[in-house]
Protein backbone atom coordinates (compact mmCIF):
# COMPACT_ATOMS: atom_id res chain seq x y z
CA UNK A 1 0.00 0.00 0.00
CA UNK A 2 1.50 3.59 -1.12
CA UNK A 3 2.01 5.45 2.18
CA UNK A 4 0.92 9.10 0.42
CA UNK A 5 -0.50 8.87 -2.59
CA UNK A 6 -1.86 12.02 -4.93
CA UNK A 7 -4.15 11.76 -7.97
CA UNK A 8 -3.43 12.62 -11.13
CA UNK A 9 -0.11 12.46 -11.77
CA UNK A 10 0.05 14.18 -14.99
CA UNK A 11 -2.30 17.24 -15.72
CA UNK A 12 -2.12 18.91 -18.89
CA UNK A 13 -4.41 22.20 -19.30
CA UNK A 14 -5.06 25.77 -20.64
CA UNK A 15 -4.88 28.68 -19.47
CA UNK A 16 -7.92 29.94 -17.43
CA UNK A 17 -9.00 26.62 -16.53
CA UNK A 18 -9.56 25.17 -12.89
CA UNK A 19 -8.32 21.98 -11.64
CA UNK A 20 -8.20 19.97 -8.81
CA UNK A 21 -5.25 17.55 -7.17
CA UNK A 22 -5.85 15.02 -4.41
CA UNK A 23 -3.90 13.49 -1.60
CA UNK A 24 -4.46 10.81 0.75
CA UNK A 25 -2.25 9.36 3.42
CA UNK A 26 -2.67 6.00 4.85
CA UNK A 27 0.15 6.34 8.08
CA UNK A 28 -2.32 7.30 10.40
CA UNK A 29 0.01 11.31 10.75
CA UNK A 30 -1.95 14.53 12.04
CA UNK A 31 -0.26 16.81 9.81
CA UNK A 32 -0.27 17.13 5.80
CA UNK A 33 1.77 19.38 3.33
CA UNK A 34 1.70 20.69 0.01
CA UNK A 35 5.33 21.76 -1.68
CA UNK A 36 6.01 22.98 -5.21
CA UNK A 37 8.91 22.37 -6.67
CA UNK A 38 10.08 24.17 -9.48
CA UNK A 39 12.00 23.89 -12.65
CA UNK A 40 15.02 24.12 -11.16
CA UNK A 41 14.17 21.77 -8.75
CA UNK A 42 13.72 24.54 -5.70
CA UNK A 43 11.17 22.72 -3.52
CA UNK A 44 8.98 25.33 -1.79
CA UNK A 45 6.06 24.99 1.21
CA UNK A 46 2.91 25.98 0.25
CA UNK A 47 0.32 24.85 2.59
CA UNK A 48 0.17 22.80 6.11
CA UNK A 49 -2.63 21.22 8.07
CA UNK A 50 -3.01 19.69 11.23
CA UNK A 51 -5.62 17.85 11.82
CA UNK A 52 -8.15 19.74 9.48
CA UNK A 53 -6.44 22.92 10.91
CA UNK A 54 -4.48 25.24 8.52
CA UNK A 55 -1.29 25.70 10.18
CA UNK A 56 0.55 27.43 7.23
CA UNK A 57 -0.18 28.89 4.23
CA UNK A 58 2.61 30.79 2.93
CA UNK A 59 2.89 33.67 0.11
CA UNK A 60 0.94 31.53 -2.31
CA UNK A 61 -1.70 33.23 -4.50
CA UNK A 62 -5.17 32.90 -3.60
CA UNK A 63 -5.84 31.19 -6.58
CA UNK A 64 -4.58 28.58 -4.87
CA UNK A 65 -7.56 26.60 -2.22
CA UNK A 66 -6.57 23.70 -0.13
CA UNK A 67 -8.99 21.52 1.67
CA UNK A 68 -8.84 19.17 4.25
CA UNK A 69 -12.03 17.08 4.48
CA UNK A 70 -10.42 14.45 7.44
CA UNK A 71 -6.77 14.37 8.43
CA UNK A 72 -6.14 11.55 5.72
CA UNK A 73 -6.95 13.44 2.83
CA UNK A 74 -5.49 17.43 1.59
CA UNK A 75 -6.50 18.54 -1.57
CA UNK A 76 -5.51 21.53 -3.61
CA UNK A 77 -7.56 23.35 -6.23
CA UNK A 78 -6.57 25.83 -8.16
CA UNK A 79 -8.66 28.37 -9.95
CA UNK A 80 -7.92 30.37 -13.29
CA UNK A 81 -4.66 28.26 -14.13
CA UNK A 82 -1.25 30.27 -15.27
CA UNK A 83 1.37 29.32 -17.31
CA UNK A 84 3.74 29.93 -14.03
CA UNK A 85 1.72 27.94 -12.42
CA UNK A 86 3.17 24.58 -14.18
CA UNK A 87 5.58 23.16 -11.84
CA UNK A 88 5.75 19.70 -10.07
CA UNK A 89 3.52 19.83 -7.15
CA UNK A 90 4.05 17.06 -3.89
CA UNK A 91 2.15 16.31 -1.05
CA UNK A 92 3.52 15.05 1.98
CA UNK A 93 2.63 13.75 5.43
CA UNK A 94 4.01 13.89 9.09
CA UNK A 95 3.13 12.31 12.24
CA UNK A 96 3.11 15.54 14.38
CA UNK A 97 3.53 19.65 12.90
CA UNK A 98 5.96 22.08 14.42
CA UNK A 99 8.53 19.43 15.63
CA UNK A 100 10.71 19.72 12.45
CA UNK A 101 9.64 15.92 11.86
CA UNK A 102 10.67 13.92 8.91
CA UNK A 103 8.28 13.82 5.97
CA UNK A 104 6.81 11.27 3.95
CA UNK A 105 6.44 12.39 -0.12
CA UNK A 106 3.75 11.46 -2.87
CA UNK A 107 5.14 10.82 -6.14
CA UNK A 108 3.63 14.11 -7.32
CA UNK A 109 1.49 15.37 -9.94
CA UNK A 110 3.27 16.93 -12.96
CA UNK A 111 0.85 20.23 -14.08
CA UNK A 112 1.83 21.48 -17.46
CA UNK A 113 -0.06 24.47 -18.03
CA UNK A 114 -0.19 25.68 -21.82
CA UNK B 1 15.38 33.28 0.35
CA UNK B 2 16.40 29.42 0.29
CA UNK B 3 17.83 28.35 3.53
CA UNK B 4 19.95 25.02 2.86
CA UNK B 5 21.12 25.45 0.01
CA UNK B 6 23.60 22.60 -1.50
CA UNK B 7 27.12 22.68 -2.92
CA UNK B 8 27.72 21.21 -6.16
CA UNK B 9 24.96 21.56 -7.84
CA UNK B 10 26.01 18.26 -9.88
CA UNK B 11 28.51 16.16 -9.24
CA UNK B 12 29.19 12.93 -11.52
CA UNK B 13 31.23 9.33 -10.13
CA UNK B 14 31.96 6.07 -11.02
CA UNK B 15 30.95 3.51 -9.37
CA UNK B 16 32.69 2.23 -5.97
CA UNK B 17 33.84 5.87 -5.35
CA UNK B 18 32.90 8.32 -2.63
CA UNK B 19 30.22 11.07 -3.34
CA UNK B 20 30.01 14.52 -0.67
CA UNK B 21 28.12 16.93 -0.74
CA UNK B 22 27.42 19.74 1.54
CA UNK B 23 24.77 21.74 2.76
CA UNK B 24 24.93 25.40 4.22
CA UNK B 25 21.90 27.33 6.00
CA UNK B 26 21.71 30.96 7.84
CA UNK B 27 19.98 30.27 11.14
CA UNK B 28 19.70 28.42 14.02
CA UNK B 29 18.51 24.70 13.06
CA UNK B 30 16.40 22.08 15.94
CA UNK B 31 17.25 19.51 13.21
CA UNK B 32 18.39 18.81 9.60
CA UNK B 33 17.58 16.38 7.16
CA UNK B 34 18.46 14.75 3.78
CA UNK B 35 16.48 13.39 1.32
CA UNK B 36 16.63 11.29 -1.53
CA UNK B 37 14.53 12.15 -4.86
CA UNK B 38 14.72 9.27 -7.82
CA UNK B 39 13.76 10.98 -11.74
CA UNK B 40 9.98 11.32 -11.34
CA UNK B 41 9.63 10.68 -7.66
CA UNK B 42 8.93 11.65 -4.90
CA UNK B 43 11.71 12.55 -1.80
CA UNK B 44 12.14 9.77 0.17
CA UNK B 45 13.81 10.90 3.92
CA UNK B 46 17.44 9.26 4.30
CA UNK B 47 18.43 10.64 7.59
CA UNK B 48 18.02 13.28 10.62
CA UNK B 49 20.46 14.90 12.50
CA UNK B 50 19.56 16.86 15.66
CA UNK B 51 21.35 20.34 16.59
CA UNK B 52 23.28 18.67 19.32
CA UNK B 53 24.68 15.63 17.28
CA UNK B 54 27.86 16.03 15.35
CA UNK B 55 27.70 12.96 13.22
CA UNK B 56 25.12 10.04 12.37
CA UNK B 57 25.77 6.97 9.77
CA UNK B 58 23.16 4.75 7.99
CA UNK B 59 24.31 2.20 6.12
CA UNK B 60 26.78 3.82 3.43
CA UNK B 61 25.59 7.13 4.32
CA UNK B 62 27.38 9.64 6.87
CA UNK B 63 26.38 12.67 7.70
CA UNK B 64 28.10 15.40 9.66
CA UNK B 65 26.62 18.66 11.26
CA UNK B 66 28.92 21.61 12.13
CA UNK B 67 26.34 24.22 13.68
CA UNK B 68 29.50 26.67 14.24
CA UNK B 69 29.75 26.93 10.49
CA UNK B 70 26.23 26.41 10.22
CA UNK B 71 26.90 23.63 7.61
CA UNK B 72 26.09 19.90 6.89
CA UNK B 73 27.86 17.81 4.79
CA UNK B 74 26.11 13.85 3.32
CA UNK B 75 29.48 10.93 2.30
CA UNK B 76 27.59 8.55 0.50
CA UNK B 77 30.56 5.43 0.34
CA UNK B 78 31.44 2.82 -2.42
CA UNK B 79 28.88 4.70 -4.30
CA UNK B 80 26.52 2.87 -6.67
CA UNK B 81 25.08 3.48 -10.22
CA UNK B 82 21.22 2.71 -7.84
CA UNK B 83 22.64 5.87 -5.87
CA UNK B 84 22.15 8.17 -9.04
CA UNK B 85 19.10 10.92 -8.18
CA UNK B 86 19.21 14.19 -6.76
CA UNK B 87 20.09 14.83 -2.86
CA UNK B 88 18.08 17.37 -0.88
CA UNK B 89 19.09 18.67 2.34
CA UNK B 90 15.98 20.24 4.54
CA UNK B 91 16.71 22.26 7.85
CA UNK B 92 13.84 22.48 10.37
CA UNK B 93 14.05 26.17 12.52
CA UNK B 94 12.65 26.90 15.59
CA UNK B 95 12.01 30.74 14.96
CA UNK B 96 9.47 29.32 11.93
CA UNK B 97 7.41 27.38 13.59
CA UNK B 98 10.23 23.88 12.40
CA UNK B 99 9.10 24.17 9.35
CA UNK B 100 11.22 22.56 6.57
CA UNK B 101 12.99 24.45 3.98
CA UNK B 102 14.51 22.73 1.13
CA UNK B 103 17.68 23.68 -1.05
CA UNK B 104 17.90 23.15 -4.92
CA UNK B 105 19.54 19.93 -4.26
CA UNK B 106 22.85 18.43 -5.50
CA UNK B 107 22.55 16.26 -8.37
CA UNK B 108 24.09 12.85 -8.79
CA UNK B 109 25.43 10.66 -11.59
CA UNK B 110 26.76 7.66 -10.44
CA UNK B 111 28.61 6.23 -13.95
CA UNK B 112 28.99 2.05 -13.67
Known amino acids: DTAVSQTPKYLVTQMGNDKSIKCEQN?????MYWYKQDSKKFLKIMFS???????INETVPNRFSPKSPDKAHLNLHINSLELGDSAVYFC?????????????FGSGTQLSVL | SQQGEEDPQALSIQEGENATMNCSYK?????LQWYRQNSGRGLVHLIL?????REKHSGRLRVTLDTSKKSSSLLITASRAADTASYFC????????????FGGGTRVLVKP
Open chain 1, 92 to 104: ASSQEAGRGEKLF
Open chain 1, 27 to 31: LGHDT
Open chain 1, 49 to 55: YNNKELI
Open chain 2, 27 to 31: TSINN
Open chain 2, 49 to 53: IRSNE
Open chain 2, 90 to 101: ATAHQAAGNKLT
